[in-house]
DNA sequence: TTCTCTGCAAACGCTTTGCACGGAT
DNA sequence: ATCCGTGCAAAGCGTTTGCAGAGAA
């Protein structure tokens, strides 16, 4: 993406466009890995070798906060941030780990209300085999 | 729930039944309100002064591993442990904090595979406004 | 006796806080 | 000069671990 687009992007939920802002929000439109603190700070880390994790974790409050970026939990009490304009779901491989986005075009995430309760996130969220881990019953 | 009960439901899953655990699943039986491991230790702590964290937490563990109870996460970073014998979806209040079950009939609860992925966890989640809050409009 | 549950205390790891430096306006 | 982003170091807090004592079988 481009940078201007990216400072749009910013500007628009009135966040000023730093440099470390902008790579991390680099990271993750760039990397659709649901990752989390850690992920992102290790991997900027090469390319801003000053980076500090306070920082990751200030900017992901600043992006959570605007609603820049949201926020996935899993059992598993970790905590890992999804960029994404359009909801969807998400299905946790139990083998591999890996995290899918899901867009399962399913009524109940168009709900705007649930028994009397005014809905307005919707977290769907799965668990199991994934397709690639299915075909490799021998591996692991 | 008679005590005999409960000592079946751990029996089945091969859990010992000592006092300290038939606490615990007696409160979690009684108390659907989705307790953090605080909120258990803090009202057991009542009827047995000398309980220790640390045992709500190992119970807790041997639980969740058995599969009587399973936990519940909320993008708050909370972990909260539910009691349920039939799949629900829970609903939470942004203003009051409650956390609903629900038992909705819907068909992705039913669904067992999804983009060819094998689902054995449905985990689904809301936020927004409870119908309690929404009425109490003022308040708060 | 042996095995397992319990519980204290310390360790651990992720996240937050306080504060000071530095760059931008 | 002021404001705000950055980053170090320390604090904080929930959870886990190690180990020893107690209790059941």
Tied chains: 1, 2.
Excluded at 55 to 62: F, S
Excluded at 93 to 115: P, R, S
Aim: aromatic share 8%; with cysteine.
């Amino acid at each position: 993406m481009k940078k201007e687009e990216m400072v749009k992007i910013l500007g628009d939920k009135e966040i000023q466009a730093s440099y470390h802002r902008l790579k991390i929000l680099e990271f993750l439109i760039d990397n659709r890995i649901h990752p989390s603190v850690d992920d992102i700070y290790k991997k900027l880390l090469h390319e801003i070798p000053t980076l500090s994790k306070t920082t990751v974790y200030n900017t992901l409050k600043t992006f959570t906060d605007k609603g820049i970026v949201s926020i996935v939990t899993t059992e598993e009490d970790e905590i890992r941030y999804d960029y994404s304009e359009e909801p969807h779901l998400h299905f946790k491989c139990k083998k591999c780990g890996t995290l899918y986005d899901i867009f399962h075009n399913c009524e109940i995430l168009k709900q705007k209300e649930i028994d009397g309760h005014l809905i307005d996130e919707h977290h769907l969220y799965f668990r199991g085999i994934c397709r690639k881990c299915r075909k490799e019953k021998g591996g692991n």
